[in-house]
């Protein structure tokens, strides 16, 4: 069965920490990772990835994939009270198939 | 723990037919679900928000009578998409939230709906 977990479910750092949040994927014909960052109304859209290796970064965050072990990472540095959110990913695979994680919740206290 | 299912995974239908998309929280009691759809460029939509034994709060500019939603129980909410046309298809995702989890929603994986 196609599945995305992700880990961990929730986390809690102070101002200034950095993150790690994993996914990984178990899907057929694997297409590419999406990472999203839930806060308000809908999931906003952060990175794409489909190449094994190499980074994306984007300000704080960055994230890569590593398809030898399915999975991918999202890091987040000198993390500030804003970050807090739920992260989602998710695995595209087939023609456009898609099956979302359940999100990791994290808190960033000041 | 806070375990979100949705059946089905996929679904292809005819145009002009009505398909129905359920979420279920597993684990928890979901006082609150949300229903998104995904558009071009990987960007998501908040449908609508459904609070159990209420009816659901829709987002400005989606139709109520074309996107059914209903939250009868604790831990099943479910989505009709009636009258179905292609411009529906897209992928349809719920969450959900209990009163044990604070502010945190949990993810469904998510429907693939195709109208051909």
């Known amino acids: 069965e196609d599945k995305v977990v992700q880990s961990p479910l929730s986390l809690v750092v102070h101002e200034g920490d950095t993150v790690t949040l994993n996914c990984s994927y178990e899907v057929t014909n694997f297409r590419s990772l999406l990472w999203y960052k839930q806060e308000k109304k809908a999931p906003t859209f952060l990175f794409m990835l489909?190449?094994?290796?190499i980074e994306k970064k984007s300000g704080r965050l960055s994230s890569i994939l590593d398809k030898k072990e399915l999975s991918s990472i999202l890091n987040i540095t000198a993390t500030q009270t804003g970050d807090s959110a739920i992260y989602l990913c998710?695995?595209?695979?087939?023609?456009?198939?898609?099956?979302f994680g359940a999100g990791t919740r994290l808190t960033v206290k000041p | 723990g806070a375990v979100v299912s949705q059946h089905p995974s996929w679904v292809i239908c005819k145009s002009g037919t009505s398909v129905k998309i359920e979420c279920r929280s597993l684990d928890f009691q979901a006082t609150t679900m949300f229903w998104y759809r995904q558009f071009p460029k990987q960007s998501l939509m908040l449908m609508a928000t459904?609070?159990?034994?209420?009816?659901?709060?829709?987002e400005q500019g989606v139709e109520k009578d074309k996107f059914l939603i209903n939250h009868a129980s604790l831990t099943l909410s479910t989505l009709t998409v009636t009258s179905a046309h292609p411009e529906d298809s897209s992928f349809y995702i719920c969450?959900?939230?209990?009163?044990?989890?604070?502010?945190?929603?949990?993810f469904g994986p998510g429907t693939r709906l195709t109208v051909l």
């Open positions: 459904s609070n159990e034994g209420s009816k659901a709060t829709y």
């Open positions: 998710a695995a595209r695979y087939n023609n456009n198939d898609m099956r």
């Open positions: 969450s959900a939230r209990g009163t044990n989890q604070g502010d945190t929603q949990y």
């Open positions: 489909t190449s094994s290796g």
